[in-house]
């Protein structure tokens, strides 16, 4: 090629064609170890106009006009320079259980110019551009996170975990242990019906076996970053994923600047994921800036699609128990929903009317007890009796609502319904009684507690006004995938 300064040092990178060859010649040829030599070409300064115009990359078969290109001498072709500088393996925390290998769409290829044979997901089907974060990493070392353990084994079925590292926890079996509505996971505060559980020997600490397991590191879809666990007792947050307030473990982005966490639960979200409410695999499928409407509650989340169907699942609702336990039935109920029906049920609870296509639990034997999923799970399921926070130096105390009569909530003048409720002593008189986060919001914004210096363990005011919205770190991460 007479456009070529053959005064630039060739690239000590291999040609994508002859990579190619030896990722499928089975016999490895002998031919294959002759060298190509790779030359940089600057687009803008060596190649004539009309070259800039028709040539393509003879790896992704694309057309670039305006980067930087290589010509290998020995197979006459022309590649972007990011081709043929494309790592052979990579790791993604989209798929963070295997590294992903770069293929080639030819030779002997029946692609067109600018098309792309593997510009679809083999799991989900979806566009796979934009997997870079925009991190330049060149030169730099490959991190690796080890799958570190939260817990060391002290004995036969015995641990000592880092959420409770002053006593040992002992391995109970599903059938040496009762069941309790009130007996709850430390980690994903939700009871321990069944599976394995550890309980601590001396106290009344109680981990799920798969909590426990849980490890200090993670990847996951909705960052791009590595997850810490998070296992501080008094950790108050809102779940960055499912919008939930929370008081169990969390895992948290381990850059400081970004500010993305999630609940235990969304963490353990993983594609394919499947739920008993759907038959087909769910994906976690994103556009920029869209937020689809969850087929169930309706609301609009981040969320899990079906490519089979229009289903939608929002990690909140695709995260909900889905066998739970209710006080009045000696049987378990079962998350339903059904999305084209014309019947309707009564809620043992609130007595009010149960529609199947927003979802509520539902008893499957004779007696057939339906509730809402709001009146037995509560608005915050996921905040726990038992610990306090503090909101702009007002310190809530969260207390069970066990009694046998329900107090005045002090915020909507109606009965306390939910398991929690809210005690604060800013009262002269008698303590602050209220039943949920949204009550907490009303109260302290109509007495002025919002222009007092904004301090808390977890919470603030605009979290407690019940946002569905994406939290804070959790768009611009979802808009780099």
Excluded at 123 to 130: L, N, Q, S, V
Excluded at 191 to 208: A, K, Q, T, W
Excluded at 269 to 284: A, Q, R, W, Y
Aim: with cysteine.
């Amino acid at each position: 090629m007479d456009f070529l300064d053959h005064s630039s040092p060739p690239t000590t990178f291999l040609c994508p064609t002859l990579r190619y060859k030896k990722q499928t010649d089975p016999e490895n040829d002998p031919s294959l170890e002759e060298p190509h030599s790779l030359f940089p070409i600057d687009s803008k300064s060596q190649l004539n106009q009309s070259l800039r115009n028709l040539y393509f990359c003879a790896s992704c078969n694309h057309t670039e006009k305006y980067t930087s290109v290589i010509w290998c001498d020995k197979c006459n072709q022309l590649y972007h320079k990011e081709c043929v500088e494309s790592p052979p393996e990579i790791k993604v925390p989209y798929h963070p259980k295997h590294p992903l290998q770069l293929l080639f769409p030819y030779p002997n290829s029946t692609l067109q110019v600018g098309s792309n044979h593997y510009d679809k997901c083999n799991c989900c089907g979806e566009d796979t551009e934009d997997l870079w974060d925009g991190e330049e990493l060149e030169g730099q070392p490959e991190v690796e996170y080890e799958d570190i353990k939260a817990f060391k084994k002290i004995g036969d079925g015995v641990i000592k975990h880092v959420s409770h590292p002053y006593h040992d926890m002992r391995l109970d079996k599903k059938e040496n242990y009762k069941v309790e509505v009130e007996k709850r996971c430390r980690a994903c505060i939700l009871p321990v019906y069944e599976g394995n559980i550890y309980s601590c020997m001396r106290c009344d600490f109680i981990l799920h076996e798969t909590c426990a397991h849980l490890p200090r590191t993670k990847w996951h879809p909705l960052d791009v970053h590595p997850l810490t666990l998070e296992v501080a007792q008094q950790h108050k947050f809102q779940c960055a994923a499912c919008r939930n307030r929370c008081c169990g473990f969390a895992y948290r982005c381990a850059k400081a600047l970004c500010g993305f966490q999630i609940d235990v639960r969304c963490a353990l979200v993983s594609e394919p994921f499947t739920h008993e409410l759907h038959p087909h695999p769910l994906f976690l499928t994103f556009e920029r800036g869209i937020f689809r409407t969850c087929s169930m509650c309706g609301k609009q989340r981040i969320h899990l699609n079906c490519i089979e169907c229009s289903f939608v699942f929002c990690f909140r609702c695709a995260t909900l128990p889905y066998k739970v336990k209710y006080k009045h039935d000696e049987h378990y109920l079962t998350l339903s929903y059904e999305e084209d029906t014309g019947g309707y049920n009564w809620c043992d609870i609130c007595e009010r009317e149960t529609y199947p296509r927003v979802g509520f639990y539902t008893c499957n034997s004779l007696c057939s007890a339906t509730v809402h999923i709001e009146c037995l799970l509560g608005v915050d399921p996921f905040v726990n009796h038992g610990q306090a926070f503090e909101i702009n130096e007002v310190w809530f105390e969260i207390i069970p609502n066990d009694g046998l009569t329900r107090e005045i909530c002090m915020g909507c003048r109606k009965h306390c319904c939910y398991r929690v409720a809210y005690k604060a002593d800013i009262e002269s008189n008698r303590p602050l009684l209220l039943c949920s986060m949204e009550c907490i919001y009303s109260v302290m914004s109509s007495r002025g507690y919002e222009n007092r210096r904004k301090r808390s363990t977890g919470f603030n005011l605009e979290d407690l006004a019940g946002h569905s919205g994406p939290a804070r770190g959790s768009t611009e991460n979802l808009a780099r995938k």
